[in-house]
């Protein structure tokens, strides 16, 4: 099983509301990362979680609340988000380094499609 | 800071042409260089991930090479069909300073039509 998995497919929110993302990899991966990825641009990194801990947290506003509760699955938490945060959101895994097998691929999910109004 | 630039842009191509997608990069201390497709409003696919000390990798017709001293990798696309069309990614790993975990720079993308 090469597949990671997120939820929900699209979902649209307006500036109070609280919502989240789901992200699930049974492929024994223990680093996990988040993306956001703007119309026509490339993705950009937010956070990465490496054996359940944050490792890199790019600078993101805090409305963004990352959450690995185990290594299989990984929350964005989402609060007075601004129109400007609609995005396709990427969630992607890998291999930690050294594990002698296909180290460092990374791995995306199909991603959410969030329009904030 | 790490630069990756793609070329071309965009690229329209009949089906059945060879053709080559460029990514060069700024700093190259990476520790490795992966290609991704993507298509419209779908998440990345891996193609091919090539380590800093490998010159070049192959998966079916595709073929990835890379010259870290002069900061370039070319991913050549052989016999191309419509289902090739997508939207190819090169994304540098720096090196790996320890972390257990890789930290992509993207270049900007080339959209590839190949057209029946």
């Known amino acids: 099983d090469t597949e990671v998995t997120q939820t929900p497919k699209h979902l649209v929110m307006g500036m109070t509301n609280k919502k989240s993302l789901k992200c699930e990899q049974h492929?024994?991966?223990?680093?996990m990362y988040w993306y956001k990825q703007k119309a026509k641009k490339p993705p950009e990194l937010m956070f990465v979680y490496s054996y359940e801990k944050l490792s890199i947290n790019e600078s993101v506003p805090s409305r963004f609340s990352p959450e690995c509760p185990n290594s299989s699955l990984l929350n964005l938490h989402l609060h007075a988000l601004q129109p400007e945060d609609s995005a396709l959101y990427l969630c992607a895994s890998s291999h930690p380094r050294g594990a002698g097998v296909k180290i460092d691929t990374q791995y995306f999910g199909p991603g959410t499609r969030l329009t904030v109004l | 800071k790490q630069e990756v630039t793609q070329i071309p842009a965009a690229l329209s191509v009949p089906e059945g042409e060879n053709l080559v997608l460029n990514c060069s990069f700024t700093d190259s201390a990476i520790y490795n260089l992966q290609w991704f497709r993507q298509d419209p409003g779908k998440g990345l696919t891996s193609l091919l991930l090539?380590?800093?000390?490998?010159r070049e990798q192959t998966s079916g017709r595709l073929n990835a090479s890379l010259d870290k001293s002069s900061g370039r990798s070319t991913l050549y696309i052989a016999a191309s069909q419509p289902g090739d069309s997508a939207t190819y990614l090169c994304a540098v790993r720096r090196s790996a300073g320890g972390t257990s975990y890789g930290k992509l720079t993207f270049g900007q993308g080339t959209i590839l039509t190949v057209h029946p």
């Open positions: 090539i380590q800093s000390s490998q």
């Open positions: 492929m024994g991966h223990r680093a």
